[in-house]
């Protein structure tokens, strides 16, 4: 069915409630929620229904989590040149507030000029500091 989603029910009363946790999404807003049909106030009762439901907000989701990219380095490129595209990215995605971009930046600098610059992204070791 869906890759680790998983379909509770909730019981209230003589009703049964569907309930899907979605938090496998959680980095684009997944959690616990109430499948609730379009138009109503309170989760479905119909299992076929709330199958439907969680696999409708399981496409949404994939959809949501497929914008998001993390960046990758090759073990050619140098710290400095990552640090500089990681942030030309992050200004073009306009999440972020532009003080928080700022301060990023601000705190990053050392590493996009200082002895960290020529060093590539692999090596593991540290630049001495002569």
Do not use: K
Request: charged share 25%.
């Amino acid at each position: 069915m869906m890759p680790n989603v998983r379909l509770y029910a909730r019981y209230q009363g003589s009703t049964t409630r569907w309930y899907a946790d979605f938090r496998r999404f959680a980095d684009v807003g997944g959690r616990q929620e109430a499948l609730i049909p379009p138009g109503d106030t309170a989760a479905t009762t119909d299992y076929s229904e709330a199958v439907q439901l969680a696999l409708d907000r399981v496409r949404y989701l994939r959809g949501l989590h497929g914008g998001t990219r993390v960046l990758a380095a090759s073990p050619q490129v140098s710290v400095g040149a990552f640090v500089r595209s990681h942030l030309r990215a992050e200004a073009r995605s306009h999440r972020l507030r532009p003080t928080w971009l700022a301060v990023s930046t601000l705190y990053l600098q050392p590493f996009s000029d200082g002895p960290w610059r020529r060093r590539s992204c692999r090596s593991g070791s540290t630049p001495s500091r002569r």
